[in-house]
């Protein structure tokens, strides 16, 4: 996702290839010393850009960006496993001492590293790996620590992991660790529906309407919380992607809403009419706040959304050619709408 110092080197760049295109094509022709100062300017720019942040500043660097954010995810999920399983395969032979060694410090050791490497490192690929396994770790301590003392199971958990991910995320400005905050705040959110149900709090994440909550807390948030701007779009598209879920799954199976005990027809007939109005909202939104990430979820969920209920109202009804047919119409009729929306926006 794209902050706001990249998308104005990469305007840069594009305007500096599109003008030597004029240049050429003898459609414009700048004297000497106006292509010198929008040089120095640009390069100034761009000098200053690569300073406050990593930047990518030429399309060779953002292909070699991108495989550092995948080396970046697999690192964590590689050595986030290697923990949890070096924990369990000493676990049983160590004594008490040791055993709470093994748990306790290296999530300090990893919140030290990634101290280090965030004044090292202006890219903060290394600082976003230590801090996201430092969170993981820092769950893997809970967990190890509740059985280790026979503390009662808690969904306090998932609030600890979140904001010990969320302070990592916002003091050195990494976006993996924000993800992991995001998650677990929102975890501990969703099964705040058991509550009211009486069920046992794991049994939370079967009712959807908090994840509807959080999803929408979630979109909302940068509107609330100060921070970096690169933070936005992961919030803006957790959360759109948590209320697309909600409302699919709300509108194909009323069991799992937390107000299941009334007629499941009624609920699912209720949250795909609340469905259809609120991703037609969410695409609008996201089309009129320039939003592309919530843009692209929201059509996407609305596509997946249209499909289940063409399978509700019609598979059993109609041949199945025919019954593709009206998917392969209703594909075409999203695709004019959104081509029609896409000219009137670059009016």
Known sequence: MSSADQLRATAIITFREELARLEAGGVVALDAATRDRIRAHHEATLAALAAHGDVDLSAGAARLSAGMRVATLLGTIALSTAYGLFVGAHWG??????????????????????HVAAAREPSG?????????????????????????????????LLAVGAFAMLLAYGYGLTLPLVVGIGGIGGWMWTLGAVPLGLWWRDGFSVFEPLLLAGLLTLCA?????????????YRGLGAGALVLGLVLLGSNGTLSGFAVANRHAIEIGYQVAGALALTALVTWGIRHDERLVTQIGTAGAVLFL????????WALVPKWLFFLLVGGFALAVLLVLRRLRRAEAR
């Open 222 to 234: 940068p509107a609330w919380i100060r921070g970096p701007e690169r933070f936005t779009p992961w």
């Open 125 to 157: 690929y290394v600082a976003s790996l230590l801090a996201t396994v430092a969170a993981i770790a820092f769950a893997i301590n809970l967990g190890t620590l509740g059985q280790l003392f026979n503390l009662p199971d808690s969904r306090a958990a």
């Open 307 to 314: 499909f289940l209920r063409l399978v509700d109202w019609f």
């Open 93 to 114: 032979g160590l004594s008490l001492t040791p055993q709470l060694a093994l748990v306790v410090l290296p999530p300090l050791l990893l919140v030290a590293l990634t």
